[in-house]
């Protein structure tokens, strides 16, 4: 589905030695005058595909994603990445830090207990009438 996450582009046919440097790499996506990537700072991950000869850029900003031919140095594709943004929605991280790192943590626990308490207030009846049946 290319709403949640756009499709990986084929770059160019070429071997290692063809392939660009991260320095040109960098320079061809800050060169694209792209709001989510303006500075070095606005990368925060490369993502390389080498059966698809294909750099993904990815931006700290809004999800977004940059992909460039590793042989020719051409974008290929800019795109909004929804799969993060539904990851951190899904694990609070789009929340702040202590939703993420507290809240989070302590609801997976509450569901554990929850959970347990209530298979036990479950189980136990039927433990004691199967108890009581067999002693008759």
Known sequence: LEWIQPATQRGADGGVDEFISNQ??????????????????????????????????????????????????EVLGVAVRNSDRIEAWHDGSMFGGFVYTMFM?????TTIILTLTGLYLWLAPV??????????
């Not at 990537?37 to 994603?65: L, P």
């Open 24 to 73: 040109r790499l960098f320079e061809v996506v800050l060169a694209q005058g792209h709001g989510d990537f303006e500075t070095i700072d606005d990368i925060d991950r490369v993502d390389f595909r080498v059966g698809k000869g294909v750099f993904k850029v990815r931006s700290v900003h809004n999800y977004s994603e940059m992909q460039v031919d590793a042989v020719g140095g």
């Open 105 to 109: 943590p302590m609801v997976a626990v």
């Open 127 to 136: 433990v004691k009438r199967r108890a009581k049946v067999k002693s008759c």
